[in-house]
């Protein structure tokens, strides 16, 4: 007798469901995607006991007569794909053919469907796989499909699911994904007769339902992205929305994506995606939002995973730019509305003007800034001159105390100026846009009234975003200046810190740092960012090692390492906290805000402002 032999069909059949079938929510999910790729209008999702007792859903697709349910109980039996070519370019969600006997052969199945040109329907009754009834009946048009007593069968299997609750919380994801990805169908989805969300179909939109799923404030506006391009093989276009970087969570990534309405997991769009918000989203913090890639069928092979929730993609780098640069260019738009929000900007399509400057606080080379607004601020000050990152500073006497003056602020060096002069007798408008400056709080945070409420502002977060964003208008234009040192300093560097100045001499040298060997592991420092010029040349030179073995370590691409440089050099150059201001840097740095491109959060992620509305303070006050 043969060793090898044919499986009975209904042990096959309870093999191929330990492929489809792990959970009750895989049996949601290929039951919705059968009532999607039937085109219904409306999908009603009911659960019972955790999914083990009931499940059922109801569709008004297209339908079926009694010898298409008969043949869809068959293995292998699909409406969905016919030839070999279709299957390297597949457009619907369900194509296997093996989700309805697989359920089947594990559960008490009852099929109830009936076609818009029949006036009868037709219902196949089963038990774990086991045809037991097949009549005509009266039904509605489309597909009602009743799941009960699921795995009772194989009790090993009801063995190893988790509690109902979170069982139920699979079935959710299912749901919401289905009302996600297909704003153009009703949903509605309950648990034991409870209703847990109702969508009608066309009545909101996707941001509507974006919202309700993501977002924890009802007030909270969402990120839009949107960014395509035309390939050769066809349209590639990203869209969707992301919350804001500071309501994003700690912890795991709550990203949703979606590739050609079909709900996916990729570790390559996750990360460029954290790229596209890099320098917005504070460490340890994970992208939270719902993005939708729509791509050719052809360049996608969804074949490649038994529940399809793994892909994988003909073109990754290019899908890996389309994202991360799509998500960046929605972040810039972001600070239009938030600065209409803040300032009242009646036009949210200006943007910074190329030769902008952060703000100069007193203690920086003189400056003389020009503004349509409010008349020009003229500040002229003795330059502090540093030896060895020793400050030795002259001051005028003009009846500030010292802690009001700070070191250099701008990325450009100038010699030494005059003395300045603050015009006092200049009177300046104490209204940027539709905000007004009040004052300090704890000489750390900016605050001002608004037409709603008011604002409070990290002085220091402010102003290192200002000025990291036009270092890296400098470093892109290789327009960094350094200043050299009196008195070169020499240092002794480890065979990894060699390494680095090797690997990156060229970057190195574009950031404004002069460093040359001088024999053995010594090497001379001969001038440092002019920028940075108050600080000691060790201190800068052990802050670059540390930006640069970083991205060695956790493997940062080349643009990620240098704005972490640049990150380092506008946080130790920016205005520090505790540090009083006068009233008229406040206002500058205001103005400076309301003039950049991008200004909400600093390059560390932290944001800048908060705002109060009027509302929030009557309810502190029960009024």
């Known amino acids: 007798m043969s060793k090898i032999q044919?499986?009975?069909?209904?042990?096959?059949?309870?093999?191929?469901?330990?492929?489809?079938?792990?959970?009750?929510a895989s049996v949601v999910k290929e039951l919705v995607?059968?009532?999607?790729?039937?085109?219904?209008?409306?999908?009603?999702?009911?659960?019972?006991?955790?999914?083990?007792?009931?499940?059922?859903i109801i569709d008004d697709g297209v339908g079926m007569d009694q010898d298409d349910i008969l043949l869809c109980l068959e293995r292998h039996a699909t409406s969905k794909l016919l030839t070999v070519e279709q299957l390297t370019s597949i457009s619907t969600l369900g194509f296997r053919g093996e989700a309805i006997p697989s359920i089947s052969s594990v559960s008490r199945m009852t099929i109830t469907s009936r076609t818009e040109s029949s006036p009868l329907g037709a219902q196949a009754e089963l038990r774990f796989g086991q045809v037991r009834k097949v009549h005509d009946m009266g039904c509605a048009k489309g597909t009602l499909i009743e799941v009960r007593d699921l795995f009772g069968n194989v009790p090993a299997r009801k063995k190893f699911l988790k509690t109902a609750r979170t069982e139920l919380s699979h079935v959710e994801e299912v749901a919401v994904n289905a009302a996600l990805s297909h704003p153009h169908i009703g949903f509605s989805y309950s648990v034991d007769g409870r209703t847990v969300f109702s969508f009608s179909a066309g009545s909101d939109t996707q941001e509507v339902r974006v919202k309700r799923f993501i977002s924890q404030k009802s007030d909270s506006p969402l990120i839009h992205v949107a960014h395509s391009m035309q390939e050769q093989s066809g349209v590639f276009a990203l869209h969707g929305f992301i919350l804001p970087p500071e309501e994003a969570p700690a912890g795991a990534v709550k990203l949703r994506l979606f590739v050609n309405s079909r709900a996916?997991?990729?570790?390559?769009?996750?990360?460029?995606?954290?790229?596209?918000?890099?320098?917005?989203?504070?460490?340890?913090?994970?992208?939270?939002?719902?993005?939708?890639?729509?791509?050719?069928?052809?360049?996608?092979?969804?074949n490649v995973h038994p529940t399809k929730q793994e892909i994988r993609f003909h073109k990754p780098s290019l899908l890996h730019n389309l994202v991360s640069h799509g998500v960046r260019q929605g972040m810039e738009q972001y600070q239009e509305t938030i600065k209409y929000a803040v300032f009242g900007r009646k036009d949210p399509g200006v943007t910074e003007k190329e030769d902008s400057e952060p703000p100069v606080i007193p203690g920086a080379q003189a400056t003389e800034f020009q503004s349509s607004s409010a008349p020009s601020l003229v500040v002229k000050e003795p330059r502090p001159l540093f030896r060895h990152g020793e400050a030795s500073r002259t001051i005028e006497e003009q009846g500030r105390p010292e802690k009001m003056y700070s070191p250099p602020l701008l990325g450009e060096y100038e010699p030494p100026q005059d003395a300045f002069t603050i015009h006092d007798n200049e009177e300046r408008s104490p209204h940027i846009g539709t905000l007004k400056y009040i004052g300090q709080l704890h000489d750390s945070y900016i605050l001002c009234s608004s037409e709603d409420g008011f604002v409070v502002i990290d002085q220091h977060a402010a102003h290192e975003r200002l000025l990291f964003e036009t270092l890296k208008k400098q470093y892109t234009s290789q327009k960094m200046t350094g200043q050299a040192l009196l008195f070169p300093e020499v240092i002794e560097c480890s065979p990894e810190q060699e390494n680095i100045l090797q690997k990156y001499s060229e970057e190195i040298s574009t950031l404004g740092i002069d460093i040359s060997e001088f024999g053995g592991n010594s090497y001379v420092i001969k001038a440092v960012p002019a920028i940075l010029s108050h600080i000691g040349p060790l201190e800068i030179i052990e802050g670059i090692f540390d930006r640069y073995l970083g991205r060695e370590t956790k493997g940062k691409g080349e643009a990620a390492g240098v704005d972490d440089v640049l990150s380092l050099m506008a946080c130790k150059a920016a205005v520090k906290a505790n540090r009083e201001l006068l009233p008229a840097e406040g206002r500058e740095l205001l103005k400076r805000m309301e003039e950049a491109a991008i200004f909400s959060h600093c390059p560390h992620g932290r944001p800048v402002m908060k705002r109060f509305t009027r509302a929030d303070v009557e309810k502190w006050f029960y009024r």
């Open 33 to 56: 995607e059968n009532g999607i790729d039937a085109g219904a209008s409306h999908i009603d999702i009911q659960v019972a006991g955790g999914g083990t007792r009931l499940i059922r």
């Open 264 to 302: 996916v997991r990729d570790r390559m769009i996750n990360h460029a995606v954290a790229e596209g918000l890099h320098g917005f989203l504070m460490k340890g913090r994970r992208p939270a939002g719902v993005l939708f890639l729509e791509i050719p069928p052809a360049d996608v092979d969804v």
């Open 6 to 24: 044919i499986l009975p069909e209904n042990l096959a059949n309870q093999i191929a469901a330990g492929e489809v079938v792990e959970r009750p």
